[in-house]
């Protein structure tokens, strides 16, 4: 049964930076691209990060620049290193491995306060 889990939120003020992790487990990462996603409150779901099993990236216009999506294939762990944080950065930040179906964590908020 694969479970992910993801670690590292909090509430910060706005300029500080945090780092999430998403452990796994039942799956090797390797394999799969990984997605970090969030959600606000009254939003839909949306894509921050995305890192193929290649180890390619790819941002959201918002986040680019000052996020950064890392995996680390013998931890079986991805990343989301946050800095420059902002107000609209507040969000529950889930993790997504990107197999058929995909598979989601609990996710860990994120609250930025200006």
């Known amino acids: 049964q694969v479970q992910l889990v993801e670690f590292g939120g909090g509430l910060v003020q706005s300029g500080d930076s945090l780092i999430l992790s998403c452990a796994a487990s039942g799956a090797m990462l390797s394999i799969y691209a990984m997605g970090w996603y969030r959600q606000a409150p009254g939003k839909q779901r949306e894509l921050v990060a995305r890192i193929s099993s290649g180890g390619a990236t790819n941002y959201a216009d918002s986040v680019n620049g000052r996020f950064t999506i890392s995996r680390d294939n013998v931890k079986n762990t991805v990343y989301l290193q946050m800095n420059s944080l902002k107000p609209e950065d507040t969000a529950v930040y889930y993790c997504?491995?990107?197999?058929?179906?995909?598979?989601w964590g609990q996710g860990t908020q994120v609250t930025v306060s200006s």
């Open positions: 997504q491995l990107g197999s058929a179906p995909p598979y």
